[in-house]
């Protein structure tokens, strides 16, 4: 469900309903409790109340912060992965340079059909959270394919064989982080404590009386709002694949590897 929705609605669309909707709850929430228990209003419990809020606000936000600065730590990991094999690729097309004409030929069309494969058949898998390892693994290995098959005849070509060979064992390690990295998710544990001390926090919120009632709409909302829009990073951040935050392929049409997108 959380796949289907970040691939499906723009952040913005989801910031309206995931804030605005806890706003609208709380807001109802603390108004009906108030006209349910009048007395709520003096504020006769607001000291137990205060330093129960305070408490309980330290500890989930410990938590909050923990979770979003471990999501965004992992989007950058991502990134960096990303980056690092379609680098790597661009190198050893631009190794290639050096051997003859034939095999840089066999060479760029294995690599053309790998990085298609990748942008095309590999990332919309990698949005809907199954990444299939599969999908490009015999492309891949076309590619180890024509490296073997090729012996280097003079100094200069084996030094850019080896740079290349190195390069492609880089390839594969990324490639596997990279697929790897589309299957996290949040632990289960740590996604009940992220929505389940909303649960917890803001109905507290109710409890803290403000003679107005302006005054008090004004405290609750703005407390489900920030909590509103942590639950939104935790959210969005979870899937590195999936949304309009995800990780982008744009790395494997840049650079070196451009030429393989011009037919």
């Known amino acids: 469900m959380s796949l289907w929705l970040l691939n499906h609605f723009s952040t913005t669309t989801l910031a309206v309903v995931t804030v605005g909707g806890t706003v609208v709850l709380a807001v109802a929430g ?9 007395s709520l209003a003096e ?3 607001n000291d137990m109340v205060g330093v129960t809020l305070g408490m309980f606000g330290a500890i989930y936000g410990i938590i909050l912060a923990f979770v979003i600065v471990t999501l965004w ?31 840089r ?49 003079t100094a200069r070509e084996e030094v850019f064989y080896e740079e290349a060979v190195s390069h492609l064992n880089d390839v594969a390690s990324q490639r596997r982080a990279r697929l790897t990295m ?5 632990p289960p544990l740590l ?39 942590s639950l939104l990073l935790v959210f969005v951040l979870d899937r590195p694949f999936a949304g309009e935050l995800s990780v982008s392929p744009a790395p494997y049409r840049e650079g070196a590897l451009a030429q393989y997108w011009t037919e």
């Open 182 to 186: 589309a299957e996290q998710e949040l």
């Open 105 to 153: 030929a066999r060479l760029d069309t294995a690599l053309s059909a790998y990085v298609h494969g990748v942008v095309e058949d590999q990332w919309p898998l990698m949005r809907e959270g199954r990444p299939s390892h599969g999908a490009t693994a015999s492309r891949f290995q076309t590619v180890f394919e024509v490296l073997q098959a090729y012996e280097p005849k």
């Open 191 to 229: 996604q009940a404590l992220a929505f389940g001390g909303a649960l917890v926090l803001i109905p507290l919120t109710f409890l803290y009386g403000m003679r107005k009632l302006r005054i008090q709409i004004l405290f609750v909302a703005s407390v489900a709002a920030l909590i509103g829009f």
């Open 30 to 38: 603390s108004v009906l409790l108030r006209r349910r228990y009048p």
């Open 43 to 45: 504020g006769e419990h």
């Open 73 to 103: 730590t992992q989007l950058e990991s991502t990134q960096t992965i990303v980056a690092t094999e379609a680098t790597d690729m661009a190198l050893i097309a631009r190794d290639a340079a050096a051997f003859p004409p034939d095999v």
